[in-house]
Antibody, heavy 127, light 110 residues
């Protein structure tokens, strides 16, 4: 069974840093795309970052330059380093397998959606 | 950046059908089949219901179906059950290689 186990949330002051972790079981994060999605209190979902299987990264404008996504294949772990935190970063953060597959014959990506999610971890930015 | 608009709330009685719409701001949905739908019950992580407009992952009941017409996608839930009472989100993979989510729709099962 494919699972993601998250850790690392908490209460942090504005301007501070925090690192979230997401450990995979049942699949390899190095072979898949992995995204982070957050949800502010009472609000909807917001995609914030992705790490490609090849190691490239892409960020939403709201976190670009402040957040960094990385992984440790040996630990099957995905990370989100969050720096210069702001009150508006307060949210539940989810990691998710962003399932895409490339067909070399057709030169086409199929997008299977975010099909495995972590349980979420809460980040509260407040003084 | 694309934006997706969903109705804030919909409701339906047990056994009935409901449809939740997801409308794009321009032609982004019309030219893009990379639409997914998610269900989120209170206090839990989202669950994938539909990918690429119409496809259901293994384990998702066929009561859930997706469709698209012009610049609007839809999720239809037939034979409403009490456990369908949840929030539903559409999402689109954009030309910028990012995901954008709709604002979410609260489904109340009466």
């Amino acid at each position: 069974e494919m699972q993601l186990e998250q850790s690392g949330g908490g209460l942090i002051q504005p301007g501070g840093s925090l690192r979230l972790s997401c450990v995979a079981s049942g699949f390899s994060i190095s072979s898949d795309y992995m995204s982070w999605v957050r949800q502010a209190p009472g609000r909807g979902l917001e995609w914030i970052a992705v790490m490609y299987s090849g190691g490239s990264t892409l960020y939403a404008d709201s976190v670009k330059g402040r957040f960094t996504i990385s992984r440790d294949n040996s630990k099957r772990a995905l990370y989100l380093q969050m720096d210069s935190l702001r009150a508006e970063d307060t949210a539940v953060y989810y990691c998710a397998r962003d399932h895409r597959e490339y067909n070399y014959k057709t030169d086409y990506y199929s997008y299977y959606g975010m099909d495995v999610w972590g349980q979420g971890t809460t980040v509260i930015v407040s003084s | 950046q694309s934006a997706l608009t969903q109705p804030p709330s919909v409701s339906g009685s047990l056994g009935q059908s409901v449809t939740i719409s997801c409308t794009g701001t321009s032609s982004d949905l019309a030219n893009n089949n990379r639409v997914s739908w998610y269900q989120q019950s209170p206090g839990t992580a989202p669950k994938l219901l539909i990918y690429e407009v119409t496809n259901r992952p293994s384990g998702v009941p066929d009561r859930f179906s997706g469709s698209k017409s012009a610049n609007s996608a839809s999720l239809t839930i037939s034979g409403l059950q009490a456990e369908d009472d949840a929030d539903y989100y559409c999402s689109l993979f954009t030309s910028a290689n990012t995901w954008v989510f709709g604002g979410g729709t609260k489904l109340t099962v009466l």
